[in-house]
């Protein structure tokens, strides 16, 4: 059994940072990709963030330059680094990843609100 838990979410002022984590646990045997969503209310959920085994990462558009994504494969874990958070940065955000070597199979944490609001 894997599990995803994420940490890190919380209430921060425009401007402001946070840092996000992500665990992966249980039966791990390669993690390749893992990645950062995040949803609103009424919104399809979109992904905000991507890093590969390899290291190689996506962004999107409107968080390019302010958030940075890393992982540790030595821990089994994923961060997103926000920094310059704005109102429309609002969401739950979740991590999910790929995982297993030769049926690979995506897992999904339960997800953390960030709230950015003065």
């Known amino acids: 059994q894997v599990q995803l838990v994420e940490s890190g979410g919380g209430l921060v002022q425009p401007g402001g940072s946070l840092r996000l984590s992500c665990a992966a646990s249980?039966?791990?045997?390669?993690?390749?990709?893992m990645g950062w969503h995040r949803q609103t209310p009424g919104k399809l959920r979109e992904l905000v963030a991507s890093?590969?085994?390899?290291?190689?990462?996506t962004y999107k558009d409107s968080v390019k330059g302010r958030f940075t994504i890393s992982r540790d494969n030595a821990k089994n874990t994923v961060y997103l680094q926000m920094n310059s958070l704005k109102a429309e940065d609002t969401a739950v955000y979740s991590c999910?990843?790929?995982?297993?070597?030769?049926?690979?199979?995506?897992?999904w944490g339960q997800g953390t609100q960030v709230t950015v609001s003065s």
């Open positions: 249980g039966s791990i045997s390669t993690i390749d990709f």
């Open positions: 999910n990843a790929v995982i297993g070597a030769q049926v690979p199979l995506v897992y």
């Open positions: 890093i590969t085994s390899g290291g190689t990462t």
